[in-house]
């Protein structure tokens, strides 16, 4: 579809009549007569000769080229622009922060792999949530990774291929071997501080107490649910183990039900298969869907025809001039 950016431009199309109209004429000065005797010729008739000008008069070809050329340039100043078909981007509506403990019991070897071998909890969760970021479609994923302290390990990003890698080369013990549940909270609200989507969703996974957070996980979690945060928690391993490494499922059930979020306990990959599997149903795809219409400017092509119809004027009048002077200069034959 054809359209124009300045349409009100349409309004000089009259300008050169106005100026033909309001203007004197442009007088061209030549001699009009040229004898030899022109001082006698002068007292003789008793004249008094005097300067003047010439006004060549257009005639209709060349009018209608001028004001083909001037309809022309004024098409070209309008800003004539080709509107293409309608091309649909999704846009993320919402961002999703992965929080992975990698504290030293996450090195415990009490799951089993797909494979049937048993693995240590971080393998099995690498691999669970490998295939959740694999069918996430429309959100922008980030990942923070906690032990003695929370590290951002992949700021929000759409590319969750990187997501998935980054999360491969995650080992036990990498951010120290304490659990910081509260600081990993606390620092990913941080993340979502420059963040403009209206969803905003924390899943939190963990194996153990918070033994090392300077902000406990129930204040951090007062402060995610005012700033419209959800917190989902996910714990691993066995609840009924002693010592630092025992799993406080009551902090994270508290994290959860503050923000309006989930608890989920997965006892084996089976179990925290099923959890990825119910998060999924609960984070639905949220997509908006922009529509944008690219404009082509194409204000050449009124310029290329009136450069083309002035270049074929001129060559046409130089064709008559060159056919048209021998022509004339013929007189009638006469039998000898």
């Known amino acids: 579809m054809l359209t124009v950016a300045y349409p009100w431009l349409a309004l000089l199309a009259p300008l050169p009549f106005l100026v033909r109209w309001l203007l004197p004429p442009h007088p061209t000065m030549r001699a009009g007569l040229r004898v030899p005797f022109f001082a006698r010729l002068v007292a003789l008739t008793g004249q008094q000769p005097h300067r003047g000008g010439v006004v060549a008069a257009r005639s209709l070809p060349r009018l209608a080229m001028l004001g083909l050329c001037w309809g022309s340039v004024l098409g070209a100043l309008m800003r004539p622009q080709w509107i293409e078909p309608p091309l649909h981007r999704d ?3 919402r961002d999703l922060l992965l929080l992975v403990d990698l504290s030293g019991s996450m090195d415990t070897r009490d799951f089993v792999d797909p494979a049937g071998r048993t693995v240590d909890r971080l393998t099995a969760v690498k691999g669970v949530l490998d295939d959740f970021l694999s069918r996430r479609r429309g959100d922008r994923a980030g990942i923070v990774v906690f032990g003695d302290a929370p590290f951002a390990l992949v700021p929000f990003t759409t590319d969750l291929d990187l997501c998935r890698a980054m999360l491969r080369d995650t080992v036990v013990g990498m951010a120290g071997p304490r659990t910081a549940l509260g600081d990993a909270i606390a620092l990913g609200i941080a993340l979502f501080g420059r963040s403009t989507v209206a969803a905003k969703t924390i899943i939190a996974l963990t194996d153990g107490n ?13 402060v995610a649910r005012d700033k419209g945060i959800v917190i989902h928690a996910v714990a691993i391993g066995d609840p009924a183990t002693a010592g630092e490494d025992k799993l406080d499922e009551r902090a994270l059930q508290d994290a959860a039900a503050t923000t309006g979020g989930g608890y989920f306990r997965a006892l084996d990959r089976a179990g925290l298969e099923q959890i990825y599997a119910r998060l999924d149903a609960i984070e639905t795809r949220r997509i908006d869907t922009v529509t944008v219409r690219p404009k082509r400017d194409v204000f050449w092509i009124p310029l290329a025809a009136a450069l083309v119809a002035s270049m074929l004027a001129q060559a046409l009048r130089l064709l008559v001039q060159e056919f048209g002077r021998p022509l004339a200069g013929r ?4 039998a000898p």
């Not at 918070?210 to 007062?222: K, L, N, R, Y």
Request: without cysteine; aromatic residues 0%.
């Open 331 to 334: 007189g009638p034959r006469t």
């Open 210 to 222: 918070d033994t090392a957070s300077q902000v406990p996980p129930s204040e951090a979690a007062g």
């Open 91 to 93: 846009e993320p509506t």
